[in-house]
């Protein structure tokens, strides 16, 4: 597939033409709905956007999916929730600078249902199928999205990160992800799960990719960056508790690159802190909703977290500023921090249809993301060369230009 700048620069030059663009990507979907990645397929709202389009903006005639707790005026507004039955009112501003900068909103992408898990099994429509295996889960909570740029459906998909939400899904199906720094995209328009952890992100095929969409739905030019010389590996045990399969492409990953050795901030610590603020956040966020109709497990996290008093909060928010001092200090010493994404591929997807499975799957796919949310760090996963199912690797740098540069060595030097 044609990178985002090749394919929006062929719009503008009248080489491509946005309405064959569409119709190839509503094709792609409709081959790929077994995947159950599209909840909603916007055909005529796309095809209209197509023939009317100006051939201007960064992303001219780019196809992308939006993640179903994204408000976008005229499409269901569900959450991937059956509490939930409305018609978005107006386009999240996320929205309404893709569609500035001349991308095509062709639908909505599967979700974890209201953003709160991980492994995008459980919405009102059932889970979303990894394109590798559709046995298997995609992770979550931007499940749909994951799902959608593996198979080829669109090249640009828009996502939400709170705990890996972004991450987790790309990379369990091999694609790029990333979580710019806190606020770089807003939020504005987007069910909160937890304010203080949220964060729009995206999945492309490639890091310059997730570079140009992030530049073309900001307006700031990416700075260059000198190629990073000091590339810190994880060596926190935590971190490293991996599956043969993920330990495999990992240790290969790492002899081909000039490391050294650093240690994160505590990991249990830095774990039930983001937990203690995400909890206590996404209760006051459903305060009021009748949450009968909520996914089992959706229900379950919800009475864990009504349990975590205000006093925990707080400590929480306090210890939250420690460590991302911590985490600061560290990436000025370094100029990225590498880990794996996910300490395991794809789990099956049945192994969530008991409650101490889901709990098992949830902690092993969450284990490393989590620290990036808590200390607002941009951070980003690339897919690992493997032979089996896909594994990522994860860069966290102190800003979105250094985690971009880092990433791009890293995916350079892993070519085969």
């Not at 119709?23 to 599209?38: H, I, P, T, Y």
């Not at 507004?77 to 600078?97: F, K, L, T, W």
């Not at 935590?238 to 790492?254: C, F, K, N, R």
């Not at 591929?345 to 808590?374: C, E, F, M, W, Y």
Request: hydrophobic share 40%; charged share 20%.
């Amino acid at each position: 597939m044609s990178s985002l700048a090749e394919i929006a620069e062929g719009v503008r030059s009248g080489r491509l033409d946005p309405v064959v663009l569409v119709e190839q990507a509503l094709q792609r979907a409709e081959d790929s709905k077994q995947l159950n990645a599209v909840v909603h397929l916007d055909a005529d709202g796309a095809r209209k956007a197509a023939a009317n389009h100006t051939r201007t903006g960064a992303l001219a005639g780019v196809p992308v999916l939006v993640k179903e707790i994204i408000e976008v005026e005229g499409l269901p507004y569900r959450c991937g929730s059956a509490s939930m039955d409305e018609i978005g009112q107006r386009d999240a501003e996320v929205v309404g600078r893709l569609r500035a900068a001349g991308a095509i909103v062709i639908g909505l992408s599967h979700t974890h249902e209201f953003a709160y898990g991980c492994t995008g099994t459980s919405n009102r429509v059932g889970p979303c199928r990894n394109p590798h295996d559709p046995t298997r889960m995609t992770g979550g909570s931007s499940s749909g999205a994951g799902a959608a740029v593996a198979a080829g459906i669109v090249p640009l998909a828009i996502g939400t990160d709170t705990a890996g939400s972004v991450r987790i899904p790309a990379a369990l199906c091999g694609v790029v992800g990333f979580k710019p720094a806190y606020g770089t995209l807003p939020i504005d328009g987007v069910f909160p799960l937890a304010l203080s952890l949220d964060h729009v992100g995206v999945l492309t095929n490639t890091v310059a990719d997730a570079a140009y969409a992030i530049a073309a739905l900001t307006g700031r030019t990416q700075v260059e960056r000198p190629a990073p010389e000091r590339l810190g590996v994880v060596i926190n045990e935590e971190y490293l508790d991996y599956t043969p399969e993920v330990g495999a492409a990992w240790s290969t990953a790492i002899s081909r690159l000039s490391t050294i050795d650093v240690r994160l901030p505590d990991w249990a610590e830095s774990f039930h802190t983001a937990a203690d603020l995400q909890g206590p956040e996404a209760v006051a966020n459903h305060a009021g909703r009748n949450t009968d109709p909520y996914q089992p497990d959706v229900q379950e996290r919800l009475r864990e977290a009504a349990a975590v008093p205000i006093t925990r909060y707080d400590a929480a928010r306090a210890k939250a500023a420690e460590i991302t001092a911590a985490m600061t200090d560290l990436l000025h010493q370094v100029d990225a921090v590498i880990t794996p994404t996910v300490l395991t591929t794809a789990p099956p997807i049945d192994a969530v249809d008991d409650p101490a499975g889901s709990r098992t799957v949830r902690t092993q796919l969450l284990k490393n993301t989590r620290l990036a949310n808590l200390t607002k760090h941009p951070a980003i996963t690339i897919p690992l060369p493997t032979s089996g199912l896909p594994v990522g690797l994860q860069v966290i740098a102190k800003d979105n230009n250094q985690a971009i540069a880092a990433a791009d060595l890293i995916s350079r030097r892993l070519e085969v």
